[in-house]
């Protein structure tokens, strides 16, 4: 196979910061799409990933799967996308397309699903790579159009905080007759109060900081509820059909059941792995109430929030970053200091 040499930022062990190196992409195949990339959103499964938070890193780790860029070549058989389209790469690569998963659109389910960092690149047998580089190779079924109106950096981060919210919002059919809650106020947190608001719902945040009040009432929260305040959890309790909850850490999730509707649902997107304490059955059972999870979204369901976007206008509110920046931009992301996704300005590698 036809390799070449490119930039990448990325870290070498769970202890390093990030820094540049080489990578090897695969010169374009018969349906394969290279994208000069332009903008690569700062996801926090990124800073999970190249410190392995989850214990299954392979190192090195490019990380970067919110990715806008330019087609710049293409392979024989591509039909979806020409030369210097703007297109877009999210959290897939690849899937085995033949399971009843990948028949329903449900890509992200499927057992063999490649991420776009961290999957097994199955062309040069070694890991997938990510958005902080200079170039990807990927399938055309995996390659996004995106809207001709929207701004290139603030469109980055629908390729994952955005889908990861708006999947639940749509499987669990969020209406303007619906009453939301999301749980944390960062990049997926804030995509949740702009896609739910733009279905007609009524929002509320549910936030440890004071000082996001007045923000999230102009990304289109209706209320807010500092989860720290037991009078306001108490006041808000029996009061949401959908629970979208972001949080990347370990949390009690009693608290939150208990301001579930009869029938109503919690769905964690943000912490992966087992949770201490211990939920407590009792409400679930008295109101029939359901705590469940999800993954991304599916390549269909990008497509169809991408469209949804540039129809309704939104865009994340970004803070763009040099790639130099990376290292500081991770630091202040643990401390929940970016208003409210960092999008790295990929010229600067
Ligand atoms: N399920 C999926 O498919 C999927 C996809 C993408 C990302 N994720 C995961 O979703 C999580 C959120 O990602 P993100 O990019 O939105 O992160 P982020 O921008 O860092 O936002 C997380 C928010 O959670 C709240 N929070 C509460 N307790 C926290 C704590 N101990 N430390 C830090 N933040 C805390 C903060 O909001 P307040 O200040 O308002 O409380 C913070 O802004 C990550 O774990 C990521 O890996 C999952
Ligand atoms: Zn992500
Ligand atoms: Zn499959």
Same mark, same amino acid.
């Not at 389209?85 to 999210?90: E, H, K, L, M, Q």
């Given at each position: 196979?036809?390799?070449?040499?490119?930039k990448?930022?990325?870290?070498?062990?769970?202890?390093?910061?990030?820094?540049?190196?080489?990578?090897?992409?695969r010169?374009?195949?018969?349906?394969?799409?290279?994208?000069?990339?332009?903008y690569?959103?700062?996801?926090h499964?990124?800073?999970?990933?190249?410190?392995?938070d989850?214990?299954?890193?392979?190192y090195?780790?490019?990380?970067?799967?919110?990715?806008?860029g330019?087609?710049s070549?293409?392979?024989?058989?591509?039909?979806?996308h020409?030369?210097?389209?703007?297109?877009?790469?999210?959290?897939?690569?690849?899937?085995?397309?033949?399971c009843?998963?990948?028949?329903?659109?449900?890509?992200?389910?499927?057992?063999?699903?490649?991420?776009?960092?961290?999957?097994?690149?199955?062309?040069?047998?070694t890991?997938?790579h990510?958005?902080?580089s200079?170039?990807?190779?990927?399938?055309?079924?995996?390659?996004?159009s *995106? $809207?001709?109106?929207?701004?290139?950096?603030?469109?980055a981060?629908? @390729?994952?905080? #955005? =889908? !990861?919210?708006?999947?639940? +919002?749509?499987?669990?059919?969020?209406?303007?007759?619906?009453?939301v809650a999301?749980v944390?106020?960062?990049?997926?947190?804030h995509?949740?109060?702009?896609?739910?608001?733009?279905l007609?719902?009524?929002?509320?945040l549910?936030?440890?900081?004071?000082?996001?009040?007045?923000?999230?009432?102009?990304?289109?929260?209706?209320?807010?509820?500092?989860?720290?305040?037991?009078?306001?959890m108490?006041?808000?309790m029996?009061?949401?059909?959908?629970?979208?909850?972001?949080v990347?850490?370990?949390?009690?999730?009693?608290?939150?059941?208990?301001?579930?509707?009869?029938?109503?649902?919690?769905?964690?997107?943000g912490?992966?792995?087992?949770?201490?304490?211990?939920?407590?059955? *009792? $409400?679930?059972?008295?109101?029939?109430?359901?705590?469940?999870g999800? @993954?991304?979204? #599916? =390549? !269909?369901?990008?497509?169809? +929030?991408?469209?949804?976007?540039?129809?309704?206008?939104?865009?994340?509110?970004?803070e763009?970053?040099k790639?130099?920046?990376?290292?500081?931009?991770?630091?202040?992301?643990?401390?929940?200091?970016?208003?409210?996704?960092?999008?790295?300005?990929?010229?600067s590698?």
């Amino acid at each position: 196979m036809n390799t070449k040499n490119v930039k990448a930022y990325g870290t070498v062990s769970s202890e390093s910061a990030l820094k540049q190196f080489k990578i090897l992409r695969r010169e374009v195949t018969e349906n394969d799409i290279e994208i000069d990339i332009l903008y690569c959103g700062v996801c926090h499964s990124d800073l999970h990933f190249a410190k392995n938070d989850w214990g299954m890193t392979v190192y090195p780790v490019v990380p970067g799967h919110e990715i806008v860029g330019r087609v710049s070549k293409i392979g024989a058989g591509v039909s979806k996308h020409s030369i210097g389209d703007i297109v877009a790469v999210g959290c897939l690569v690849d899937s085995c397309r033949s399971c009843n998963n990948c028949k329903n659109d449900l890509e992200q389910y499927c057992p063999e699903w490649v991420g776009t960092y961290g999957g097994h690149d199955k062309h040069l047998d070694t890991n997938t790579h990510g958005g902080y580089s200079e170039i990807i190779v990927v399938d055309e079924s995996f390659v996004l159009s *995106v $809207p001709e109106n929207l701004d290139l950096a603030g469109i980055a981060p629908v @390729l994952c905080a #955005g =889908i !990861t919210t708006w999947s639940p +919002l749509r499987h669990w059919n969020v209406n303007k007759d619906s009453k939301v809650a999301v749980v944390g106020l960062g990049g997926l947190g804030h995509m949740a109060i702009k896609l739910a608001h733009a279905l007609g719902a009524h929002v509320t945040l549910f936030s440890r900081s004071t000082n996001k009040i007045e923000d999230a009432k102009a990304l289109g929260a209706h209320e807010v509820i500092i989860s720290t305040d037991e009078s306001q959890m108490e006041n808000a309790m029996g009061a949401f059909d959908l629970i979208i909850d972001t949080v990347p850490y370990e949390h009690d999730l009693n608290p939150y059941v208990g301001t579930l509707n009869i029938n109503g649902t919690l769905v964690i997107v943000g912490y992966l792995g087992p949770i201490d304490p211990m939920l407590v059955t *009792v $409400p679930m059972i008295m109101g029939r109430k359901s705590v469940a999870g999800s @993954l991304i979204g #599916g =390549i !269909t369901e990008t497509q169809e +929030l991408l469209d949804f976007c540039g129809k309704h206008n939104i865009t994340s509110d970004v803070e763009v970053i040099k790639m130099q920046e990376i290292n500081a931009a991770y630091e202040r992301m643990l401390k929940s200091d970016v208003k409210y996704r960092f999008v790295i300005d990929m010229k600067s590698l």
